[in-house]
């Protein structure tokens, strides 16, 4: 691994004027010492960088950065200015320039050293060894690492008077103790804990490269939360990794930080809780008042929206050290970005046969006959639309399957690979076979070692090409065929579904649509309906008429029992029943997940048996849908709406006399009721695992 800095890449007399010229003039050390091999084009990727938020930070130090695919390894430059440089800091310009310049494949090691670089700037020791330096290699072992700040320091006599500037002298000023707090920030500290232990709160912090602000940031609020006496733990989710906080740091913290410019990911395991919520500067600059904010925010009870309560199944998956869990997850992000194309296309093609009849399809296309007073014409464009829509279901499902193994590397072959799918009429296991090859192929070369020199081209040339080729070649040429029969078999058999076959299939669906409400199990049923939507016929139809309604029923069933039988619910579970009603009609399944939660052993038998029964009957009615989604606002576009109807309430009414019986039996007999307002949140805990 080459060195991130070396002398010829320090320029302790930089001469230039503006934050361009700094940039340029650096970037060409770079060039000549072969990191970088199109100037222009990287200067365009670092101006594309500083133009989305200045990269100048107090205490006189730029850092222009950038990811680019004309940097050949991870490389940092270094220049001094004398009469400094505005690089868009608050406190003025700066005298520190570092560039860093990260290929977009940049390797884990060279990234780990430019985030402890970034932390190091938050140092004032080893800023004034920087300003005193008088040799380039000095400097440039400084920045490695290879030697301790206060030793050069020392070494090279910096002192307060070597440049007569205030920030100097501040450099030269030993340590003092952290400043009293205000009266504002000494005011009483709030206590949702207990005395005995400090304030605790957990941070995120990123950028949108993820090098040096990240690290940054949360160099700076660790320092705050030390001077200010509390407990604080931050995540920094940037190019040298993403490892996530201890869930239990997590559920033990009074309050949280995000200071971020891009998408936190992982958001909701910080929901319910107190959060100050800015942009990744404000973590550098204002570590201290941000500590301040949201301790004021946990003393008023302020808290972010809680999370949504996971399944009882579900607990424990975040571990995903298993390979079936990991496959869950990769099948399960293909089937949330499919989820919005299947919604659109799904209903508008719904809607087009309310408004133009089911001979709608046979239409000619709008781009060449339209008439705007014609409701067929209308009727068709919704048709086409959704059509094209629809078009994107299986390559969606592949590329995000893929997506979710590799990260962004998958995208192309898994795009390609569903694409396929649909050319040789593998259908919807098309694309769940080429999602995963995708996958694998693009995780297997970015195992291999590769040269320097190419890893700039890895993840925009050479991935994309070899992945692609050889997901192509496999999906044409060796399992696409076998597929393709399999998904044609899979097809005649739904299409024949009828007495017998099609009621048991009904129960199935039912089963698993309630099953995890909303969880892996539910997720695949909804899957399997949506899949037999890419090719419509009767069978099909007729699946996903049965997966919608079974997964209708168990936060209806929910809202019903907390109506006909509130004593038997805490108040809490009473006004989630109010919102059940509105969920359950809008296919919202996991309406039902905070009842299962407080008592999965009645809850969740009981509305798979309800499912169950709703999913046999809509198969037993005949009932269609050619819509994805959309619950009770989708009847009348339902083949027999009113025994569709029929089915969902029978489910709903079998689940709420079975959640009334076995709520009602964990009571011993002759008991007093104390009546739901009375009972103590720990002696429901204690009956329900009764």
């Keep these: 691994m080459s060195e991130l800095i070396t002398a010829e890449l320090v320029d302790l007399g930089l001469s230039a004027e503006t934050k361009e010229a700094a940039a340029r003039s650096l970037a060409e050390r770079m060039v000549a010492a072969g990191r970088v091999t199109d100037l222009e084009g ?3 990727d670092v101006a594309a960088r500083e133009a989305q938020m200045p990269t100048g930070l107090d205490g006189g130090i730029g850092i222009p950065h950038c990811r680019s695919a004309h940097v050949t390894e991870p490389t940092l430059a270094f220049g001094r200015s004398a009469s400094g440089i505005d690089f868009g800091a608050p406190d003025g310009p700066a005298d520190l320039i570092f560039l860093i310049a990260a290929p977009t494949g940049g390797d884990a090691d060279h990234l780990t050293i430019l985030a402890s670089l970034a932390r190091h700037l938050m140092d004032e020791t080893f800023t004034g060894a920087l300003r005193s330096a008088t040799e380039p290699a000095r400097a440039a072992a400084l920045i490695r690492g290879d030697e301790p700040a206060a030793e050069a320091a020392a070494d090279e006599g910096a002192k307060p008077e070597a440049d007569g500037t205030p920030e100097a002298e501040a ?22 804990t207990t005395a005995e232990r400090p304030f605790r709160i957990v941070a995120v912090t990123s950028c949108p490269t993820g090098i040096a602000h990240t690290y940054m940031a949360a160099e700076s609020l660790e320092k705050a939360g030390k001077a ?3 407990e604080l733990h931050v995540e920094t989710q940037g190019s040298a990794g993403f490892k996530r906080l201890d869930p239990q740091l997590v559920a033990d913290a009074d309050g949280v930080i995000f200071a971020h410019d891009v998408e936190v990911r992982d958001k909701d395991r910080f929901a319910g809780k107190p959060t100050v919520d800015v942009g990744v500067k404000a973590g550098i600059n204002r570590a201290a008042e941000l500590i301040d904010e949201v301790r004021a925010k946990a003393a008023r009870g302020d808290a972010s929206a809680p999370a949504r309560t996971a399944a009882p199944m579900d607990k424990g998956s975040d571990e995903a050290d298993g390979f079936g869990t990991r496959l869950r997850k990769w099948l399960m992000t293909g089937v949330s970005y499919m989820v919005p194309f299947v919604a659109a296309g799904g209903l508008l093609i719904a809607l087009a046969f309310a408004i133009g009849g089911y001979t709608i399809d046979k239409a000619p296309s709008v781009a060449e006959h339209f008439v705007w007073t014609d409701s067929t014409s209308w009727a068709a464009l919704l048709f ?9 279901l299986v390559p969606i499902l592949a590329g995000f399957i893929a997506y979710g193994m ?20 593998a259908g919807f296991l098309g694309g769940l076979i080429a999602g995963l090859l995708a996958g694998a192929v693009v995780m297997a070369i970015q195992r291999v070692t590769i040269p320097p020199v190419l890893r700039g081209i890895m993840p925009v040339v050479v991935i994309p090409l070899i992945s692609s080729a050889i997901v192509g070649f496999l999906m044409f040429l060796v399992i696409g065929k076998p597929v393709a029969a399999l998904q044609k078999a899979l097809t005649d058999w739904l299409s024949g579904l009828s007495g017998a076959n099609a009621i048991i299939l009904g129960v199935i669906l039912g089963l698993m649509m309630c099953f995890d409400l909303g969880g892996p199990l539910n997720k695949v049923a909804y899957a399997f309906a949506v899949g037999g939507l890419a090719n419509p016929n009767e069978g099909s139809l007729k699946v996903m008429a049965a997966v919608m309604a079974a997964g209708m029923v168990p936060p209806l069933a929910m ?3 907390t109506t006909v039988r509130g004593k038997l619910f805490t108040k809490t579970e009473r006004e989630n029943g109010k919102a059940a009603w509105v969920l359950g009609a809008s296919f919202i399944t996991e309406g039902a997940i905070p009842f299962a939660a407080a008592d999965p052993l009645r809850v969740i038998p009981s509305a798979m048996a309800g ?7 809509s198969m037993a009615f005949g009932c269609t849908l050619r819509a994805p989604h959309g619950g009770i606002f989708v009847v009348p576009l339902i083949g027999q709406p009113l025994l569709y109807l029929v089915a969902i309430a029978a489910g709903t009414c079998v689940t709420t006399a079975l959640v009334i019986l076995l709520k009602g039996l964990r009571k011993s007999p002759g008991a007093p009721s104390t009546g739901p307002a009375e009972t103590p949140p720990g002696e429901t805990k204690v009956t329900v695992a009764a």
């Design 42 to 44: 990287f200067l365009a």
């Design 171 to 192: 450099e030269a000023k030993p340590e003092s103790p952290a400043p009293a707090p205000s009266p504002e920030s000494s005011a009483p500290s709030p206590e949702p």
């Design 228 to 230: 200010a006496g509390i």
């Design 384 to 392: 086409q639309v959704g059509g094209v829509a629809f078009g994107f």
């Design 406 to 425: 590799a990260d962004r590397p998958g995208l192309v072959p898994g795009f390609v690979g569903g694409a396929i799918a649909l050319t040789i009429n």
């Design 559 to 561: 809202a019903l029992a």
């Design 611 to 617: 499912g169950a029964v709703t999913g046999a009957l």
